[in-house]
């Protein structure tokens, strides 16, 4: 029970869907994974995860774990995919005392390679939402635009056309009858 207990924020969901379409952040459920990891897998008392994509103010993403800038890193995991680095992960003492396992690097490699896909998806994930809400938006907007010029403009031609049209051809039946009257 304890083993799932430590699992279970590992394989739920982040109902990235749900958050999307309620506008909620997801920042929460990522720290709380990142938390999970470093509290309960790791027995970290402190760390701090920096990931390569920056905000919108051109500083790093961190994810932090009761860090503060002043804490002793006690070990550094640089992790890295085709592009080079992509995060960093600073840890502090542990819990117990004693040092990180192989094993609990790895663990932590692969978790913190998981809590940076799911921060990326995320921000990608609300860009496109962004872009299409804007893009919706344009297009009522442009659809208004049209119609406005539809019943402004090109109605109003189109009855005059119309009434011309019906003059001429009232015009031309007028002169028939006045002919076939005559002969």
């Not at 600073?90 to 819990?95: D, E, F, V, Y």
Request: net charge negative; proline share 1%.
């Amino acid at each position: 029970e304890e083993f799932l207990a430590v699992l279970r924020p590992f394989v739920a969901s982040m109902h990235l869907r749900e958050r999307l379409l309620s506008g909620r952040s997801g920042d929460a459920d990522i720290h709380v994974l990142f938390e999970a990891l470093c509290r309960d897998v790791l027995g970290a008392q402190r760390a701090c995860l920096i990931l390569d994509s920056a905000d919108i103010s051109g500083r790093l993403q961190r994810i932090g774990y009761r860090w503060s800038d002043s804490a002793e890193v006690v070990r550094t995991l640089n992790l890295s995919d085709e592009r080079g680095q992509v995060q960093t992960l600073l840890l502090g003492r542990k819990s117990g005392g004693g040092d990180y396992t192989a094993e609990e690097m790895d663990v932590a490699r692969a978790a913190t390679q998981r809590i940076a896909d799911l921060f990326a998806g995320e921000q990608v994930a609300r860009l496109a939402m962004s872009l299409l809400r804007r893009r919706i938006a344009e297009v009522k907007v442009l659809g208004a635009q049209n119609r406005r010029v539809l019943h402004d403009e090109v109605l109003p031609q189109l009855h005059a056309d119309i009434l011309r049209l019906e003059a001429c051809c009232d015009a031309e039946s007028m002169a028939a009858l006045t002919v076939a009257h005559k002969t």
